[in-house]
């Protein structure tokens, strides 16, 4: 029986026959209402029976009735910003009173499996709720938080519409693995891997539900995700339905986008001043009539709109939560789009005196992607201005430069912009679904210990088409283009554990968990016949398909003694299908410590403080994401058609061995934590530091074996250190929340510092290996970025540029660093890195009598941008290209090159920013109305409002370090309405 | 009742955690292992076309994804491609105007142990070996007799065996002659992760002389095999080559060995081509001068380096790709003046081996990435014999002529010039003067006399663009120093004295880090 079907037919079943006829016992029913110290009636707030699994929400004006255990003794109060309150009950009312608790104390924290109070958490973790997230157009949920946490960088990743992000928690602590965090959404771990199709896997889920992301950043909090902890988690909690009353929520929002600026290249007069000036008079008679700015042409004001409406409520002590979203996104790059569909329903019953608690949440979506053409965006930077748009000729009417002896659109030069654009269709289809159903039963003789089942599945299906028409001059050669792509992926889970909470006078508080998690991941990409524009099959794509498991033990314990001594530790072990049966299983553990000063007598009672805590931790994590599912097998490839070899008169299809490690294991990394969080002034201050040192052994890298040691030259391996440290500082200021202004303000700023410490099977005695990446625009195979042991990771690789007396930097003269006479690949020197030294965040929100005014900055200082677009054109544009001439760059003319000079470090740039990501201004309208649970706001967003930088580009945030054909970011204008009842 | 149901429960649950964790034995659906590659008879001629076409293409695509070896461009990355460039960029016969990461330093004669180039030939070089290893591995008599495999597969895979163990040869060679002392790994070194030993240079040269004379019973009779396999002929003719450098790689004279050996290739029934041109066109695989190809087919066999490299890459500047076959030139190689003065003159009017473009090209070299300065050469096409396109325009269907009967001819009067006892010298006189006729189309170049300076030269008009002159310079002492000073050499416009060092390439600076039993050739 494989393990799906153990799910199916064993486990669910027994679970339901567990309950199936259990006992109903005695219960009362307190009533009461909950208001906050100005008497405003709060609803929405939660109302749990201490001990009991039993909760319900406040209504709309702040009264409750819950039904609980006649055994139960104590009542616990949460809202949203307010601290938590545990209250005796007396009688059958309790009414309460709750305060503004900032610091969000009383909170709890979703952790990995299960929950925290904030209160005992040893860990660095940072919730971010729907209250803080960032305003306007976000169509992709990363989005929502970025520069709200110290230690996570989330770098949009460009202007496509409906784009990802790069997203690194404390830096990377990978290189050839991946360095994305796992990221959870109610209990079902996504994905890493995109899907076909898809600008953006994380973009399938619609932002607007929800209701908050907690970011685990140490290994104390991410050992329990064992061997997918090392980069952090990202849990993601969707809304719930609350209160027994239906509220309907709709809101609805309308954005322009408009690109920022251009690269700045010649204008047609200047572009034809200089060939006259530079050139023979061949090149000069290449020179057209028209004065085309090719860059204002392919882009375009953008229009997008977004609506949801979500209902929820309760039937009968089902709460439920349903929505609708839908957005129409089109991208400032003529022809590109994307528009998606979405739907959630969550919904959450009890039964059995609320002992067993049902929570299932499905949610899909139907992605529909038009991309266009980027290489338009270098097309246009480089195209002759003085060419008209149109011409008359056989490639669709659009001038093209042509190769004079055939007649032939010429290989060496650019294509037209707009007839890149237009004369190719690339529409995909993507669907997703997502759901899990979780069940939590509380033992009826046993009511601290719970058993909790989850199981999930994320189901995604990408496929599309990319046609270009028999007439476009990029592909007339093999009379137009056309292909089909389809892959599914599913990833199935079971998570099965025992919670074990209990309070115990004089002795703690114990808090333990132990579980078992079966994950398995499929991927298939069907075979698709791929056909030229006159319908003609030319081959078909490869049939794949490919799995892999991932199971999994777990157990954590957290005591808290005296309500200020935590001990935290935990431990799971990981086998994955991906490695040798010999090297499968890894182990993970963390152990932390907390100590609550606060609650010492010599500060309990500090007006000063309201909050002390310092916090250790030690964990190992590890990685296993980014390898192939069978890296451990000798594995042996067929050739495609194409790649045949000849015996005799015959063809036959090749067979390759794959390169492999047999002994394949785990990336493991140890991370120390060491923070300290500081509450002042009732919380109207809170800070919060943190620093860590995260080492990275066995480094899953691509890298260079020994030459005859293995069957290729490189090969995914164990091999290699790398260490991050830094260290974080948060600083929360909420000085003034009264009913009519409030105030609060985020300001966070983190410093890294990343070193490669081994890359070799042996420690590297020759100080010289070197692992060339990033790859540049322009020559072949031209990479721009090394990897060396002592430096950071991605460093710049680049000769050492001499200049003139006057400053001018002089063509192919570079220093001899290593001093031995010859200028030569030796003296190519590791200076800066793509990565910043230091990040911030800054949001600040003001509300003043139903006004609101919310931004955030974010800044990134010390990071390093190898301007590509500058150093690919140069003078060579016009003087060495025959039959056809390309634009320049501007900084062509002041450095003077006539050929490129790709591996100057004249092209490296620093490229820190500040930049405003948005401004919004709302207003609350349900003011006016005066009618109770009703909202209605009016707002406005300025989104990438403005930035600050020296760099000389378009945009200084290209992740990766390398600006060459980036879609730019829009500036973006939205008007938006919400409106609740 | 209650407790017998958590007992129930926790039992089902202990079950279900044990049984999946078979689970973890997920094994590769759609890619085949070595366990079930290796059962059915008929794969092994697939494995053994691999090991052929790690000489022509750069992965399992075709003409790209998939690639070999990683580290660098795919399309740079085919073993012929890189072989063509060391062969020729660094000597007088040919620039190439392209600004593509290291690639000038092979012409400027400054390389360093980091040049990607030198070392993707480098793994390309030890891509072959390792996956010759592992197919001779594999084939052995005794892991046949396991597989059960015997009757005519059996005798088969020998074949296929003998055949790779010459793949392995050749690759060695290459290794010998451009990187001297180097990694030694032979089919009893398991895949995995351990650093293999530095084999001296003329303990290899040993190695691979004794693996070519024990091929001589294994291999299938010259001319008896399949068109592009390997056979007796191809062996004898590496083991010359391996004879005629003895010099240079050990220090010892072995042209009689040479000789002796190309008197076995000469007298296996290959011919001439009547027409030097045909030598080089997308039919040249009817050719019966041909002795050992590595062969390319537009729409079977492509890749972006090989022939299609060549081919592209030739054309340029007013020349009609049409002529070529091809849909586009690359703009990328040219010659110098010296390769073109070797001639009586460059259109081919009396030596038709030259074959040069001269039309809207300078003779002289100014700039090296302009591709006008610099003739161009005409000497390869996608065009047959008979003036059809190849099978498809990007993509050519040319055969790369790796050993052919010329250079046997040419290697025994050199052999006999270098050393009276290696044969006779009118029969030598006899073999040049062959191939004089046929480049002028009458007796009218034949010469009466022969010395190393003609033979050096006449190698160059002969066999220019064909990958050998790398080997030849160094073999006559015009390489490095003072000796021979053609155009760009060292980096300068009239050429300069470069340094002996760069007779052999370093050994890549990865390779030197990854494996502590390295040591760097001196120089660098």
Same mark, same amino acid.
């Given at each position: 029986?494989?393990?799906?079907?153990?799910i199916?037919?064993?486990?669910?079943?027994?679970?339901?026959?567990?309950? +199936?006829?259990?006992?109903?016992?005695?219960?009362k029913?307190?009533?009461?209402?909950?208001?906050?110290?100005?008497?405003?009636r709060?609803?929405?707030?939660?109302?749990?029976?201490?001990?009991?699994n039993?909760?319900?929400?406040t209504?709309?004006?702040?009264?409750?009735?819950?039904?609980?255990?006649?055994?139960?003794?104590?009542?616990?109060?949460?809202?949203?910003?307010?601290?938590?309150?545990?209250?005796?009950?007396?009688? *059958?009312?309790v $009414?309460?009173?709750?305060?503004?608790?900032?610091?969000?104390?009383?909170?709890?924290?979703?952790?990995?499996?299960?929950?925290?109070r904030?209160?005992?958490?040893?860990?660095?973790?940072?919730?971010?709720?729907?209250?803080?997230?960032?305003?306007?157009?976000?169509?992709s949920?990363?989005?929502?938080?970025?520069?709200?946490? +110290?230690?996570?960088?989330?770098?949009?990743?460009?202007?496509?519409?409906?784009?990802?992000?790069?997203?690194?928690?404390?830096?990377?602590?990978?290189?050839?693995?991946?360095?994305?965090?796992?990221?959870?959404?109610?209990?079902?771990?996504?994905?890493?891997?995109?899907?076909?199709?898809?600008?953006?896997?994380?973009?399938?889920?619609?932002?607007?539900d929800?209701?908050?992301?907690?970011?685990?950043?140490?290994?104390?909090?991410?050992?329990?995700?064992?061997?997918?902890?090392?980069?952090?988690?990202?849990?993601?909690?969707?809304?719930?339905?609350?209160?027994?009353?239906?509220?309907?929520?709709?809101?609805?929002?309308?954005?322009?986008?408009?690109?920022?600026?251009?690269?700045?290249?010649?204008?047609?007069?200047?572009?034809?001043?200089?060939?006259?000036?530079?050139?023979?008079?061949?090149?000069?008679?290449?020179?057209?009539?028209?004065?085309?700015?090719?860059?204002?042409?392919?882009?375009?004001?953008? #229009?997008?709109?977004?609506?949801?409406?979500?209902?929820?409520?309760?039937?009968?002590?089902?709460?439920?939560?349903?929505?609708?979203?839908?957005?129409?996104?089109?991208?400032?790059?003529?022809?590109?789009?994307?528009?998606?569909k979405?739907?959630?329903?969550?919904?959450?019953?009890?039964?059995f005196?609320?002992?067993?608690?049902?929570?299932?949440?499905?949610?899909?979506?139907?992605? %529909?992607?038009?991309?266009?053409?980027?290489?338009?965006?270098?097309?246009?930077?480089?195209?002759?201005?003085?060419?008209?748009?149109?011409?008359?000729?056989?490639?669709?009417?659009?001038?093209?430069?042509?190769?004079?002896?055939?007649?032939?659109?010429?290989?060496?030069?650019?294509?037209?912009?707009?007839?890149?654009?237009?004369?190719?269709?690339?529409?995909?289809?993507?669907?997703?679904?997502?759901?899990?159903?979780?069940?939590?039963?509380?033992?009826?003789?046993?009511?601290?210990l719970?058993?909790?089942?989850?199981?999930?599945?994320?189901?995604?299906?990408?496929?599309?088409?990319?046609?270009?028409?028999?007439?476009?001059?990029?592909?007339?050669?093999?009379?137009?283009?056309?292909?089909?792509?389809?892959?599914?992926?599913?990833?199935?889970?079971?998570?099965?554990?025992?919670?074990?909470?209990?309070?115990?006078?004089?002795?703690?508080?114990?808090?333990?968990?132990a579980?078992?998690?079966?994950?398995?991941?499929?991927?298939?990409?069907?075979?698709?016949?791929?056909?030229?524009?006159?319908?003609?099959?030319?081959?078909?794509?490869?049939?794949?398909?490919?799995?892999?498991?991932?199971i999994?033990?777990?157990?954590?314990?957290?005591?808290?003694?005296?309500?200020?001594?935590?001990?935290?530790?935990?431990?799971?072990?990981?086998?994955?299908?991906?490695?040798?049966?010999?090297?499968?299983?890894?182990?993970?553990?963390?152990v932390?410590?907390?100590?609550?000063?606060? =609650?010492?007598?010599?500060?309990?009672?500090?007006?000063?403080?309201?909050?002390?805590?310092?916090?250790?931790?030690?964990?190992?994590?590890?990685?296993?994401?980014?390898?192939?599912?069978?890296?451990?097998?000798?594995?042996?490839?067929?050739?495609?058609?194409?790649?045949?070899?000849?015996?005799?008169?015959?063809?036959?299809?090749?067979?390759?061995?794959?390169?492999?490690?047999?002994?394949?294991? #785990? %990336?493991?990394?140890?991370?120390?934590?060491?923070?300290?969080?500081?509450?002042?002034?009732?919380?109207?201050? @809170?800070?919060?530091?943190?620093?860590?040192?995260?080492?990275?052994?066995d480094?899953?890298?691509?890298?260079?074996?020994?030459?005859?040691?293995?069957?290729?030259?490189f090969?995914?391996?164990?091999?290699?250190?790398?260490?991050?440290?830094?260290?974080?500082?948060?600083?929360?200021?909420?000085?003034?929340?009264?009913?009519?202004?409030?105030?609060?303000?985020?300001?966070?700023?983190?410093?890294?510092?990343?070193?490669?410490?081994?890359?070799?099977?042996?420690?590297?005695?020759?100080?010289?290996?070197?692992?060339?990446?990033?790859?540049?625009?322009?020559?072949?195979?031209?990479?721009?970025?090394?990897?060396?042991?002592?430096?950071?990771?991605?460093?710049?690789?680049?000769?050492?540029?001499?200049?003139?007396?006057?400053?001018?930097p002089?063509?192919?003269?570079?220093?001899?660093?290593?001093?031995?006479?010859?200028?030569?690949?030796?003296?190519?020197?590791?200076?800066?890195?793509?990565?910043?030294?230091?990040?911030?965040g800054?949001?600040?929100?003001?509300n003043?009598?139903?006004?609101?005014?919310?931004?955030?900055?974010?800044?990134?200082?010390?990071?390093?941008?190898?301007?590509?677009?500058?150093? $690919?054109?140069?003078?060579?544009?016009?003087?060495?290209?025959?039959?056809f001439?390309?634009?320049?760059?501007?900084?062509?003319?002041?450095?003077?090159?006539?050929?490129?000079?790709?591996?100057?470090?004249?092209?490296?740039?620093?490229?820190?920013?500040?930049?405003?990501?948005?401004?919004?201004?709302?207003?609350?309208?349900g003011?006016?109305?005066?009618?109770?649970?009703?909202?209605?706001?009016?707002?406005?967003?300025?989104?990438?409002?403005?930035?600050?930088?020296?760099?000389?580009?378009?945009?200084?945030?290209?992740?990766?370090?390398?600006? *060459?054909?980036?879609?730019?970011?829009?500036r973006?204008?939205?008007?938006?309405? $919400?409106?609740?009842? | 009742?209650?407790?017998?149901?958590?007992?129930?429960?926790? @039992?089902?649950?202990?079950?279900?955690?044990?049984?999946?964790?078979?689970?973890?034995?997920?094994?590769?659906? !759609? =890619?085949?292992?070595?366990?079930?590659?290796?059962?059915?008879?008929?794969n092994?001629?697939g494995?053994?076309?691999?090991?052929?076409?790690?000489?022509?293409?750069? @992965? /399992?695509?075709?003409?790209?994804?998939?690639?070999d070896?990683?580290?660098?461009?795919?399309?740079f990355?085919?073993?012929?491609?890189?072989?063509?460039?060391?062969?020729?960029?660094?000597?007088?016969?040919?620039?190439?105007?392209?600004?593509?990461?290291s690639?000038?330093?092979?012409?400027?004669?400054?390389?360093?142990?980091?040049?990607?180039?030198?070392a993707?030939?480098?793994?390309?070089?030890?891509?072959?070996?390792?996956?010759?290893?592992?197919?001779?591995?594999?084939?052995?008599?005794?892991?046949?007799?396991?597989?059960?495999?015997?009757?005519?597969?059996?005798?088969?895979?020998?074949?296929?065996?003998?055949?790779?163990?010459?793949?392995?040869?050749?690759?060695?060679?290459?290794?010998i002659?451009?990187?001297?002392?180097?990694?030694?790994?032979?089919?009893?070194?398991?895949?995995?992760?351990?650093f293999?030993?530095?084999?001296?240079?003329?303990?290899?040269?040993?190695?691979?002389?004794?693996?070519?004379?024990?091929?001589?019973?294994?291999?299938?009779a010259?001319?008896?095999?399949e068109?592009?396999?390997?056979?007796?002929?191809?062996?004898?003719?590496?083991?010359?080559?391996?004879?005629?450098?003895?010099?240079?790689?050990t220090?010892?004279?072995?042209?009689?060995?040479?000789?002796?050996?190309?008197?076995?290739?000469?007298?296996?029934?290959?011919?001439?081509?009547?027409?030097?041109?045909?030598?080089?066109?997308?039919d040249?695989?009817?050719?019966?001068?041909?002795?050992?190809?590595?062969?390319?087919?537009?729409?079977?066999?492509?890749?972006?380096?090989?022939?299609t490299?060549?081919?592209?890459?030739?054309?340029g500047?007013?020349?009609?790709?049409?002529?070529?076959?091809?849909?586009?030139?690359?703009?990328?190689?040219?010659?110098?003046?010296?390769?073109?003065?070797?001639?009586?003159?460059?259109?081919?009017?009396?030596?038709?081996?030259?074959?040069?473009?001269?039309?809207?090209?300078s003779? =002289?070299?100014?700039?090296?990435?302009?591709?006008?300065?610099?003739?161009? !050469?005409?000497?390869?096409?996608?065009?047959?014999?008979?003036?059809?396109?190849?099978?498809?325009?990007?993509?050519?269907?040319?055969?790369?002529?790796?050993?052919?009967?010329?250079?046997?001819?040419?290697?025994?009067?050199?052999?006999?010039?270098?050393?009276?006892?290696?044969?006779?010298?009118?029969?030598?006189?006899?073999? !040049?003067?062959?191939?004089?006729?046929?480049?002028?189309?009458?007796?009218?170049?034949?010469?009466?006399?022969?010395?190393?300076?003609?033979l050096?030269?006449?190698?160059?008009?002969?066999?220019?663009?064909?990958?050998?002159?790398?080997?030849?310079?160094?073999?006559?002492?015009?390489?490095t120093?003072?000796?021979?000073?053609?155009?760009?050499?060292?980096?300068?416009?009239?050429?300069?004295?470069?340094?002996?060092?760069?007779?052999?390439?370093?050994?890549?600076?990865?390779?030197?880090?990854?494996?502590?039993?390295?040591? /760097?050739?001196?120089?660098?």
């Amino acid at each position: 029986m494989n393990c799906r079907n153990l799910i199916a037919k064993l486990i669910l079943p027994a679970f339901l026959f567990l309950f +199936a006829t259990t006992a109903l016992a005695q219960t009362k029913t307190i009533t009461g209402k909950v208001t906050d110290v100005n008497g405003t009636r709060l609803p929405g707030a939660t109302v749990t029976a201490k001990g009991q699994n039993v909760t319900v929400a406040t209504n709309e004006n702040g009264d409750y009735s819950i039904t609980v255990p006649a055994s139960t003794t104590r009542l616990i109060f949460t809202s949203v910003g307010f601290g938590m309150q545990e209250v005796a009950i007396s009688g *059958n009312t309790v $009414n309460v009173t709750l305060r503004v608790d900032v610091a969000n104390l009383g909170e709890v924290v979703v952790v990995g499996y299960g929950t925290q109070r904030r209160k005992d958490l040893t860990a660095s973790i940072v919730t971010v709720t729907a209250e803080d997230f960032n305003k306007g157009p976000i169509v992709s949920p990363e989005q929502l938080i970025a520069g709200k946490v +110290a230690g996570v960088q989330i770098t949009p990743g460009s202007g496509i519409p409906g784009g990802g992000s790069r997203i690194r928690v404390r830096g990377s602590a990978s290189l050839d693995a991946s360095n994305n965090p796992l990221i959870v959404i109610d209990g079902v771990p996504l994905e890493d891997a995109g899907i076909s199709g898809s600008a953006n896997p994380l973009a399938m889920i619609n932002p607007n539900d929800i209701e908050s992301f907690n970011i685990l950043k140490d290994a104390s909090a991410t050992a329990i995700y064992g061997s997918r902890g090392t980069n952090g988690v990202i849990i993601i909690t969707t809304k719930k339905g609350r209160s027994a009353k239906l509220r309907v929520d709709y809101s609805s929002m309308v954005s322009r986008a408009k690109r920022i600026e251009v690269v700045d290249v010649l204008s047609a007069d200047e572009f034809r001043a200089l060939v006259k000036s530079k050139t023979n008079a061949t090149q000069q008679s290449f020179l057209g009539n028209a004065n085309t700015n090719w860059q204002e042409l392919i882009y375009r004001t953008a #229009w997008s709109h977004d609506h949801n409406i979500s209902l929820s409520g309760g039937i009968p002590n089902i709460p439920y939560r349903f929505s609708l979203g839908y957005v129409d996104q089109q991208g400032i790059l003529r022809t590109s789009e994307m528009d998606r569909k979405s739907a959630s329903l969550s919904v959450s019953p009890s039964f059995f005196d609320n002992h067993l608690r049902v929570e299932l949440n499905v949610r899909a979506s139907e992605t %529909e992607n038009d991309f266009a053409n980027e290489g338009a965006i270098s097309s246009a930077v480089g195209f002759d201005p003085t060419q008209p748009v149109r011409a008359t000729n056989r490639y669709g009417g659009y001038f093209e430069w042509l190769d004079p002896t055939s007649g032939l659109p010429n290989n060496n030069a650019y294509k037209n912009p707009l007839g890149l654009l237009y004369q190719r269709s690339d529409k995909s289809t993507v669907q997703r679904a997502i759901g899990n159903i979780q069940f939590d039963y509380k033992f009826h003789f046993l009511p601290e210990l719970r058993a909790i089942v989850n199981v999930g599945s994320d189901r995604a299906d990408g496929r599309g088409t990319v046609t270009v028409p028999k007439e476009a001059a990029s592909n007339f050669r093999d009379s137009g283009f056309f292909n089909r792509y389809y892959q599914r992926r599913k990833n199935d889970l079971l998570d099965a554990y025992f919670n074990y909470n209990r309070d115990m006078e004089r002795i703690g508080r114990v808090d333990f968990t132990a579980g078992y998690g079966y994950q398995t991941w499929e991927q298939e990409n069907p075979r698709v016949p791929r056909v030229n524009a006159f319908g003609t099959v030319i081959d078909s794509s490869f049939y794949y398909k490919a799995e892999h498991t991932l199971i999994s033990f777990y157990g954590r314990l957290n005591y808290t003694f005296m309500d200020r001594y935590i001990l935290h530790a935990s431990v799971r072990r990981d086998g994955s299908s991906r490695f040798h049966p010999d090297n499968r299983w890894g182990t993970f553990p963390s152990v932390a410590v907390a100590w609550r000063m606060k =609650e010492e007598s010599f500060l309990k009672n500090s007006n000063i403080f309201s909050d002390m805590k310092l916090r250790f931790s030690y964990g190992v994590t590890g990685q296993q994401e980014g390898i192939g599912n069978y890296e451990y097998f000798p594995r042996y490839t067929y050739s495609a058609g194409t790649a045949q070899y000849q015996f005799g008169n015959l063809f036959y299809p090749t067979i390759r061995p794959e390169e492999y490690d047999r002994d394949l294991k #785990w %990336e493991s990394t140890s991370t120390y934590n060491a923070g300290l969080d500081l509450g002042f002034l009732g919380g109207k201050i @809170g800070f919060s530091t943190d620093v860590f040192r995260k080492s990275t052994k066995d480094l899953l890298g691509f890298v260079a074996v020994p030459a005859g040691s293995n069957l290729s030259n490189f090969v995914v391996t164990n091999v290699g250190e790398l260490e991050t440290k830094g260290i974080e500082f948060t600083l929360n200021l909420n000085p003034i929340r009264t009913k009519k202004f409030s105030w609060e303000s985020n300001f966070n700023i983190t410093f890294l510092e990343a070193e490669v410490q081994k890359l070799t099977l042996i420690p590297d005695t020759t100080g010289k290996y070197t692992v060339a990446r990033g790859g540049i625009s322009g020559g072949v195979g031209n990479m721009i970025q090394a990897l060396r042991v002592g430096h950071t990771p991605y460093a710049f690789q680049v000769y050492k540029q001499v200049y003139d007396a006057s400053g001018k930097p002089i063509q192919g003269l570079y220093a001899d660093m290593n001093g031995d006479g010859v200028v030569n690949t030796d003296d190519r020197y590791l200076y800066k890195s793509p990565e910043p030294k230091s990040y911030m965040g800054f949001s600040t929100q003001l509300n003043y009598l139903g006004w609101n005014l919310a931004f955030t900055l974010r800044g990134s200082f010390g990071n390093y941008m190898y301007n590509n677009i500058s150093s $690919n054109n140069v003078q060579s544009n016009i003087t060495s290209t025959t039959n056809f001439l390309n634009n320049l760059h501007r900084s062509a003319l002041e450095a003077n090159f006539t050929n490129n000079q790709y591996f100057s470090d004249y092209y490296l740039e620093n490229a820190s920013f500040l930049k405003a990501d948005n401004i919004s201004l709302g207003y609350d309208l349900g003011r006016l109305l005066k009618k109770q649970g009703m909202t209605a706001r009016l707002s406005a967003t300025v989104y990438n409002a403005f930035i600050i930088t020296d760099y000389s580009g378009l945009d200084p945030e290209i992740s990766g370090g390398i600006d *060459n054909n980036l879609y730019p970011r829009p500036r973006t204008v939205s008007v938006g309405f $919400n409106l609740g009842f | 009742m209650k407790n017998m149901r958590i007992l129930l429960l926790t @039992g089902i649950l202990a079950f279900g955690i044990v049984s999946c964790t078979k689970d973890l034995d997920r094994k590769p659906i !759609v =890619e085949v292992t070595s366990a079930s590659v290796y059962a059915n008879p008929a794969n092994y001629k697939g494995i053994l076309a691999k090991l052929y076409a790690g000489l022509a293409v750069s @992965g /399992q695509s075709g003409p790209d994804g998939q690639p070999d070896i990683a580290g660098i461009d795919e399309g740079f990355s085919t073993y012929l491609r890189q072989y063509w460039k060391a062969q020729e960029l660094t000597t007088d016969e040919a620039v190439i105007g392209w600004n593509d990461g290291s690639l000038p330093d092979y012409h400027d004669m400054d390389w360093g142990a980091g040049n990607e180039f030198i070392a993707a030939m480098y793994n390309r070089i030890y891509y072959q070996i390792g996956l010759c290893n592992e197919f001779i591995r594999e084939t052995s008599d005794a892991k046949l007799a396991e597989r059960n495999i015997g009757g005519a597969d059996a005798a088969n895979i020998k074949i296929y065996r003998s055949e790779a163990r010459f793949l392995r040869a050749l690759s060695y060679y290459h290794a010998i002659d451009m990187f001297g002392n180097v990694p030694f790994v032979t089919e009893n070194d398991k895949v995995g992760a351990f650093f293999p030993i530095q084999i001296k240079r003329a303990d290899l040269f040993t190695y691979v002389e004794n693996e070519l004379k024990e091929l001589d019973a294994e291999l299938v009779a010259a001319g008896a095999n399949e068109y592009a396999r390997a056979d007796k002929a191809a062996a004898w003719m590496l083991l010359a080559k391996l004879y005629m450098n003895s010099e240079v790689y050990t220090g010892t004279k072995r042209y009689v060995d040479a000789a002796a050996q190309l008197n076995k290739v000469i007298a296996a029934g290959f011919s001439l081509e009547p027409e030097y041109k045909n030598l080089f066109t997308a039919d040249n695989h009817l050719s019966n001068e041909i002795i050992f190809p590595v062969t390319f087919d537009g729409m079977r066999t492509r890749t972006w380096g090989g022939m299609t490299f060549v081919v592209h890459a030739e054309v340029g500047g007013s020349m009609n790709p049409g002529a070529y076959g091809i849909d586009g030139g690359w703009w990328g190689l040219r010659t110098t003046k010296q390769l073109v003065n070797k001639f009586p003159e460059p259109t081919g009017a009396v030596d038709r081996r030259a074959m040069f473009h001269t039309a809207g090209q300078s003779l =002289e070299i100014n700039d090296i990435f302009t591709f006008t300065d610099g003739y161009a !050469v005409r000497k390869y096409s996608n065009l047959t014999s008979t003036g059809a396109q190849g099978s498809h325009p990007t993509f050519v269907d040319t055969d790369f002529p790796m050993f052919r009967l010329a250079d046997a001819y040419l290697m025994y009067a050199e052999a006999v010039v270098r050393d009276g006892a290696a044969g006779s010298m009118a029969t030598a006189l006899g073999y !040049v003067n062959a191939l004089r006729q046929r480049a002028y189309g009458s007796p009218a170049g034949n010469v009466t006399t022969l010395d190393l300076d003609f033979l050096i030269d006449e190698r160059a008009r002969e066999l220019y663009w064909e990958a050998h002159r790398r080997t030849d310079l160094i073999r006559f002492g015009k390489f490095t120093g003072a000796s021979y000073i053609w155009a760009w050499k060292g980096g300068v416009k009239d050429g300069k004295t470069v340094s002996d060092h760069l007779q052999l390439f370093p050994i890549p600076a990865s390779d030197k880090a990854s494996n502590p039993n390295l040591t /760097q050739n001196p120089g660098y």
